[in-house]
T-cell receptor, first 115, second 115 residues
Framework: AQTVTQSQPEMSVQEAETVTLSCTYDTSENNYYLFWYKQPPSRQMILVIR??????QNATENRFSVNFQKAAKSFSLKISDSQLGDTAMYFC????????????FGQGTRLTINP | GAGVSQSPSNKVTEKGKDVELRCDPISGHTALYWYRQSLGQGLEFLIYFQGNSAPDKSGLPSDRFSAERTGGSVSTLTIQRTQQEDSAVYLCASSLTGGSRREQYFGPGTRLTVT
């Protein structure tokens, strides 16, 4: 079975700072995807960034980037120049590239950006 | 275009009553997922529909839970004889399948409260 662990229940930084959220996962599969989702108070889950396991290059999306360490099974999210609108729950998720392709989620990290 | 919609947004029911939760996926998306998010927790997979194939029900917590998807579009999640532990946010997601487009797009969820 696959598991995803987010070891930081809460984090808080000042606006414009850089913050890194940690995520580790456990799997015996080799073909999978990793995701970071953002959930603001509205409850809407929003995809922030995705990473294919076969790609060595780390994914980036504007201020968001990941550090994907496949051997260590680590997938951290870095938010640069943080903004007040980044305040949300952040979930790391894992998906095997076969079958139901269901997402397995971590417990989440509550990130607060302070003015 | 329109995103995933869910109704009702909030539902309060008495213990022992049956409830139905509705999900309208994005037009053209053949895959549909239901997840449950208990208070302060990550998302837990419940059930997966893909086209006309038999659904993957491996995540349903008990036989009180069932779901159907009519005409390959709208889905209804039914919980019979609700219990207090069923209180959670129920999220629906849809996705295209095939190729590399495997992002799941989430609806806003239904918050279920069992009193």
């Amino acid at each position: 079975a696959q598991t995803v662990t987010q070891s930081q229940p809460e984090m808080s930084v000042q606006e414009a700072e850089t913050v890194t959220l940690s995520c580790t996962y456990d799997t015996s599969e080799n073909n999978y995807y990793l995701f970071w989702y953002k959930q603001p108070p509205s409850r809407q889950m929003i995809l922030v960034i995705r990473q294919e396991a076969y790609k060595q290059q780390n994914a980036t999306e504007n201020r968001f980037s990941v550090n994907f360490q496949k051997a260590a099974k680590s997938f951290s999210l870095k938010i640069s120049d943080s903004q007040l609108g980044d305040t949300a729950m952040y979930f790391c998720a894992f998906m095997i590239n076969q079958g139901a392709q269901k997402l397995v989620f971590g417990q989440g990290t509550r990130l607060t950006i302070n003015p | 275009g329109a995103g995933v919609s869910q109704s009702p947004s909030n539902k309060v029911t008495e213990k022992g009553k049956d409830v139905e939760l509705r999900c309208d996926p994005i037009s053209g998306h053949t895959a549909l997922y239901w997840y449950r998010q208990s208070l302060g927790q990550g998302l837990e997979f419940l059930i997966y529909f893909q086209g006309n194939s038999a659904p993957d029900k491996s995540g349903l917590p008990s036989d009180r839970f069932s779901a159907e998807r009519t005409g390959g579009s709208v889905s209804t999640l039914t919980i019979q004889r609700t219990q207090q532990e069923d209180s959670a946010v129920y999220l629906c997601a849809s996705s295209l399948t095939g190729g590399s487009r495997r992002e799941q797009y989430f609806g806003p969820g239904t918050r279920l409260t069992v009193t």
